[in-house]
């Protein structure tokens, strides 16, 4: 047990290490300015290649792809093409419709969430601030597992001290514990795309907006808001994405009939039945690439 405990502290300090580190980072960057503009224009000039360069970018840019994807779904298209049978139609839409519901829930929180994190922050830098901001990034560096225990310890204490609240029935047999631990994994990648968001709006922004009388949240919704609608669909798409493929924190959480893609492909899949998990794992593929698209021209139609 002082073995566990030492070992969980090494970890801890090592994650909050890497964070000062990455934060300390970031305090070096600067895109509001003009010259950081040019300066990324100018890196993002395509050089245009001829032959055998051209057929090698083509190669390399193309085996990601390839291997990674093409090949893996073709594999899993192979028991399907044997026998359509097998398939679970009855019950897909189901588990569809409770992976995108948890996924877009989780998706809005987050978002909402890291907007209040990061405006706060930016109004009242402090110690405090950073440290919430800090303690609030922890949670993509811990694995799902962990999160639910140290979820429902305080839960079983409550419902030990006061057995009246029903904590472990509105935590374990809704999804309201499996939205928490989602948003405590996820609320971080918001919150980072957010910051990245407000990297990118200059503060003199905030304080002409304070001299024609627009202060407090006002700022916030009037000022801030239109300038982050992209870094706020980016947040909002990568916890979508992380979402519908996570498994232990939803493998434990889960109510009753309420299996997502994820849970269902897996628990196919270690009973070797290879030709009913093939739905599942592709339409986990193709529900996660769908909003991809979807939000990808939204981003190139917004406004800059």
Not at 17 to 33: I, K, Y
Not at 99 to 109: F, H, K, M, P, Q
Request: proline share 6%; net charge positive; with cysteine.
């Amino acid at each position: 047990r002082a073995a566990a405990a030492q070992l969980a502290t090494l970890l801890l300090a090592l994650v909050l290490l890497l964070l000062w580190l990455e934060q300390r980072a970031r305090r070096r960057l600067r895109f509001a300015g003009s010259g950081a503009a040019r300066a990324s224009a100018d890196e993002a000039r395509p050089i245009p290649l001829a032959g055998w360069r051209c057929a090698l970018a083509w190669g390399l840019c193309l085996a990601p792809v390839l291997f990674g994807f093409v090949l893996p779904v073709l594999f899993m298209l192979r028991p399907l093409a044997a026998d359509w049978t097998v398939l679970p139609w009855d019950r897909f839409w189901q588990w569809a419709g409770n992976s995108v519901r948890l996924g877009a829930i989780t998706a809005a929180l987050g978002v909402l969430a890291a907007l209040v994190l990061a405006f706060s922050a930016r109004r009242a830098p402090g110690a405090v601030t950073r440290g919430v901001l800090q303690l609030a990034s922890l949670g993509y560096a811990i694995p799902g597992a962990v999160v639910v225990v140290g979820l429902l310890l305080p839960v079983g204490w409550l419902q030990a001290r006061w057995p009246g609240l029903q904590a472990g029935y509105w935590f374990t047999a809704t999804a309201l514990g499996l939205v928490w631990a989602y948003l405590v994994r996820f609320v971080a990648v918001a919150l980072q795309s957010v910051q990245s968001g407000y990297a990118r709006i200059p503060a003199s922004l905030d304080d002409a907006a304070r001299t024609l009388g627009a202060g407090g949240w006002q700022l916030a919704a009037r000022v801030h808001a239109p300038l982050l609608r992209r870094a706020g669909l980016a947040a909002a798409l990568l916890v979508f994405v992380d979402v519908m493929k996570e498994l232990p924190a939803t493998l434990v959480l889960r109510p009753f009939d309420s299996d997502t893609l994820a849970v269902v492909a897996y628990q196919l899949a270690r009973d070797e039945r290879l030709g009913e998990a093939a739905l599942p794992s592709l339409a986990l593929v193709l529900v996660g690439l769908l909003p991809v698209v979807w939000l990808s021209r939204a981003l190139r139609a917004a406004p800059h």
